[in-house]
């Protein structure tokens, strides 16, 4: 039998000075304090606010920024291999 993995840590709260980024199941990467984005030039890209959502599915119509395109994605069923089907 394997030992039970303990739950993981939850942080106090993040400090004035520090980013922190939590991964949304499902959807984007949320970013949250003094954080800059650079593009693939080095430029500085403006989020315009303080908690960025980068996106994580490429369906954004604003990348790198999530636009909630995520939530559209419709889900197939899967195909029985024995009909095609």
Do not use: I, N, Q, Y
Request: charged letters at 25%; aromatic letters at 2%.
């Amino acid at each position: 039998m394997e030992p039970h993995s303990a739950p993981p840590e939850r942080a106090a709260g993040p400090r004035a000075d520090e980013v922190t980024v939590t991964v949304c199941p499902a959807g984007p990467l949320l970013l949250r304090g003094p954080v800059t984005l650079l593009d693939g030039d080095g430029a500085r890209l403006d989020p315009g606010r303080r908690t960025v959502a980068l996106c994580r599915c490429g369906r954004s119509a604003e990348p790198p920024f999530c636009d909630g395109s995520h939530k559209r994605r419709t889900r197939r069923p899967p195909v029985d291999a024995s009909t095609g089907s």
